[in-house]
């Protein structure tokens, strides 16, 4: 063989390998999803807080519950972490009111600005 054919033989060699071995695991969140599902636990987490939603109350969990729904419906528009807390995690869809957080001290914080704080520290 010569040096032209061994050259093109290992080309398409390493090509074809490129082709047909796996990219990562397809299990595996993409870094905005990991972002995404950090900051729903960290709703989830919020034990002695409140979520107030069109003027009612609710648990954290039932609040992250929600919300991870919210953002499986809005798949299509949601890309990034910025793009959920800003689709999904800031205020109603359908009365246009924002979503609060009320701490155990009545410390009253709308959702999306404190998800936005907590992306912005990850």
């Not at 290992?10 to 990219?23: A, K, Q």
């Not at 954290?60 to 972490?81: C, H, M, P, V, Y």
């Not at 959702?111 to 907590?118: A, K, P, S, T, V």
Request: proline content about 4%.
């Amino acid at each position: 063989m010569n040096p032209k054919s061994v050259l093109a033989a290992v080309v398409m060699l390493i090509l074809g390998l490129v082709l047909i071995l796996p990219h990562g695991n397809a299990a595996e969140p993409s870094g905005e999803e990991a972002r995404i599902k950090a900051l729903l636990s960290h709703v989830a987490s919020l034990e002695t807080a409140t979520f107030i939603r069109n003027g009612k109350d609710y648990k954290a969990t039932d609040a992250a519950e929600f919300l991870r729904r919210k953002w499986g419906a809005n798949k299509e528009s949601i890309k990034t972490a910025s793009d959920f807390i800003k689709v999904a995690a800031t205020k109603s869809s359908t009365t246009g009111k924002p979503y609060l957080i009320r701490f155990k001290d009545g410390k009253e914080v709308p959702c999306g600005e404190y998800l936005m704080q907590r992306l912005k520290a990850m």
